[in-house]
């Protein structure tokens, strides 16, 4: 017997825009800043395979449930978890994983936060013109000066924080679909724009063999774990950010497809994002 559904008020408009709302939550420095250097650390080719292996075996199914339970519970991951057990006359003790997810989500946003805030700086210092043909050791001392003085680092992490908060306050349709709508895309197309750098500045054939050619002697156990973990950490699962996502799904919204979807999108990004840094070092 199928699980009957309920509606939201404040629904995503349609599959396009929840595939692209998960998407960025799972697409992010995970894929463009943290997998080109764990995959760098640990032998490329054969890394990726791991972690490709490790998406499609575990990364799927579990986002799968994640959608799921959030699309029955319809409410926060604590309270849906609460709902469904109630529902089906089992322990409210359940609520300890969506209680663990929340707090998941509170540490790494501590530090995706301040990363972001530098991120923040830095786009309004390349606007500047200040790094124009400046040397790694001096882009290093600014970065540097720039840590010192954590009034600094201070004020723009508040100022991501005000962004983030301003968009999740309006709502799913009037807030995050705004962003999400025009940002995803965005991604992709500054992504292929690197990679056209990448390809002009001469590294890309490179780029493309250390990534997608395994050499199994430099894969050891401690990297699969790694591959393991990124897995997870990529597609935002054990966080409760997926559920919630899920809490707002349309009923007619196919699970499986969505989440394939969103698997496939986030991978494509984190290789494009592999292949255009790769690139560009070995260009130099």
């Known amino acids: 017997m199928s699980e009957q559904v309920t509606e939201r008020s404040d629904m995503w408009s349609n599959s396009y825009i929840f595939v692209l709302a998960a998407a960025g939550s799972a697409v992010g420095l995970g894929n463009i800043w943290k997998f080109p250097y764990i995959a760098g650390e640990n032998g490329g080719g054969a890394f990726v395979l791991v972690y490709l292996i490790c998406i499609a ?14 699309k029955l519970g319809r409410a926060s991951p604590i309270q849906a978890l609460i709902n469904l057990t109630r529902k089906h006359n089992r322990s409210t003790s359940w609520s300890i994983v969506g209680y663990m997810g929340v707090v998941t989500g509170f540490l790494i946003l501590s530090f995706y936060a301040v990363i972001a805030g530098w991120v923040c ?42 962004i983030t908060i301003f968009f999740v306050a309006r709502g799913v349709t009037r807030g995050l ?22 390809i002009h500045a001469g590294g890309f054939v490179e780029s ?23 897995a997870f ?52």
């Open 57 to 70: 075996v575990i990364g799927i199914p579990v986002m799968a449930s994640e959608i799921m339970l959030g």
């Open 121 to 162: 700086y830095y786009i309004l210092r390349l606007f500047t013109g200040e790094f124009t043909g400046a040397d790694a050791s001096t882009v290093g001392e600014a970065f540097g000066a720039f840590l010192a003085d954590p009034l600094k680092v201070l004020l723009w992490f508040s100022v991501f924080m005000v």
């Open 208 to 230: 493309v063999t250390f990534l997608f050619t395994p050499d199994f002697t430099s894969l050891s156990p401690q990297a699969i774990l790694i591959a393991l973990g990124h």
């Open 233 to 284: 950490f990529t597609l935002s699962l054990g966080m409760g950010a997926i559920m919630a996502y899920g809490a707002y799904v349309p009923q007619d919204v196919s699970v499986g497809t969505t989440t394939f979807t969103i698997a496939i999108l986030d991978t494509v990004l984190a290789l494009l994002a592999g292949l255009a840094i790769f690139a560009i070092v070995f260009s130099y």
């Open 177 to 198: 679909e705004l962003c999400v709508r025009y940002s995803m895309p965005a991604v992709f197309v500054l992504l292929l724009i690197l990679i056209g750098y990448g």
